[in-house]
Nanobody, 124 residues
Framework: QVQLVESGGGLVQAGDSLRLSCAAS????????GGWFRQAPGKEREFVAA????????YYADSVRGRFTISRDNAKYTVYLQMNSLKPEDTAVYYC?????????????????WGQGTQVTVSS
């Protein structure tokens, strides 16, 4: 069983940066794929970024590629999402997720473990 806790959300202005953290319980997390998703009011949860268990491979949604960076520190059981050049359309609740697979996965249904979410609000 893996439990995930996100932190780092907040209210920022367009163009600012934020770094989200996802702290996991359990050593098994080090061998799990990690991902970030987001959900805006009235919309479905959407994929943002994913990372292989080793950190060697990453994948991004087109809407954030070049602005967001996903990384992980397996010694700390933590996955990060560095968000730069934030836009108002990035406003959403951001969720961390873990999947018991080694590779990069991008679909909601692939992830068995989810955090409670952290709010990111970007004002124009």
């Amino acid at each position: 069983q893996v439990q995930l806790v996100e932190s780092g959300g907040g209210l920022v202005q367009a163009g600012d940066s934020l770094r989200l953290s996802c702290a996991a319980s359990g050593r098994a997390f080090s061998s799990y794929a990690g991902g970030w998703f987001r959900q805006a009011p009235g919309k479905e949860r959407e994929f943002v970024a994913a990372i292989r268990w080793s950190g060697g491979s990453t994948y991004y949604a087109d809407s954030v590629r070049g602005r967001f960076t996903i990384s992980r520190d397996n010694a700390k059981y933590t996955v990060y999402l560095q968000m730069n050049s934030l836009k108002p359309e990035d406003t959403a609740v951001y969720y961390c997720a873990a999947a018991n697979v080694g590779g990069v996965v991008t679909t909601v249904s692939s992830y068995a473990y989810w955090g409670q979410g952290t709010q990111v609000t970007v004002s124009s």
